[in-house]
């Protein structure tokens, strides 16, 4: 006949020992729920602030803000931009890195290819790119513009006309009809492309800076991204660790609320 | 050796299904984009190889902003070119679809479309607007006169290409509309002195 005193202190000795066993469990995850808590404190307090502005990004008009130039120099490697001008009549025309174009200091958008030069000629701007010869009127308004078949080396007065030149070709531009005509091979009158005038110059570059925003910025830090590829890697493992926070503090939760049961 | 037999079998055939479906994805974004009609031959197909001389439209600010109302844009011109005969013109107008510029050759006779042709496409998908089963919609349509002029009849999308449809819609109603007034303004005004 078994002994009932002694299955009873069986019993505690095993209560016992599950009891011990889940206080050394809650101690090891609060020890570690600790530790990982410490380590990933400042990406929460990064995480939650970037994530608070990005949800506000149209209201506070952080995708319209931005970043200054040394900051995109600096986080995105973004060189100084390739500035070619070309000045006559008192105004200057300008293209940056090969891209945005400039009457002055206003942008005029974009032309296909790389600014080859222009001429003012009967009160018109006549510019050529390398693929595209476009009409401005005196204040830079856009008359008209015409893509070219090959591309375009060269443009400049040819007695009273405008003349383009391809690789080998000369041709005449009707600059009422942007037809084409061949050109017996003038000597063109042309105006050198160099750098704008110091003013000028400061305030495209500083206009320049402003492709990159604010909100772009700071997703780019959310992410991980502004330190490159490893960047991305760091912000998944403290997803992971945070993650393992939330698993750990849920169990030492549940364990403890069984012990305040008991 | 037969089980062995049937193991190759599957295994070519899911090959070649994979092979097909490769082929089956790819082939209509390759497809899509290109030069499928040059300005020269759409000129030579439109009057029958007469073809006229180069004329030019100013736009007055009125007319530019009825011209932003059509497009949803600003229109950034200050003059359209185009080539007429009698109550015939054609018209080489171009609209973004959803990233690049589509170009389009449109035909307008007598205040009606009689061609629209897509010359230029750029875009990786939604080039079906350039078959015949979707530009013969567009003929015989004219201009509704409203706040926004609009076509006066009704244009069947196509699915997958709905910003291209769009764009089409668009350019069908600038040219009827840059037609009339072609066809509207007296002679002398149409090839006033440069701004």
Redesign the interface.
Known sequence: MPNPVSSNRQDVDQALQRRIIKSKIRFTLWRWHRRIGILSAIFVLLLSLTGILLNHTNAWRLNQASLPQSFAAAFYGMTPPVIKSTSENGMTLSQLDGKALYFGEQAI?TCQGKLVGAVFV???WVLACSNEVILL?PNG?????KSTDASVTNIGRCQSNVCIEYEEDQVQINL????LAASIGHNLESMPLQTPPPALEAKLRQQYGSSITWERWIQDLHSGRLIGAWGVYLMDGMAILFVLIALSGIVMWSLGKRRNKR | MDCCHKVKRLSFCIHALCVFLLAVICAPSVAQSGVFLTEDDFYQQTFNSQVPDVEVLWLKAEQKEQAKNILGRPFSRLRVRYRSLNQRSAWILEEIGKDRPITFGVVVDKGRIADISVLEYRESRGGEIRHNFFTDQFLGLGLRNNQAPTLDGRIDGITGATLSVRASRKIATLALFFHQLVMDAKPSELKQARR
């Open positions: 958008g009967d009160e018109i009127s308004q856009l008359i008209d513009r009422d009809t942007l037809e």
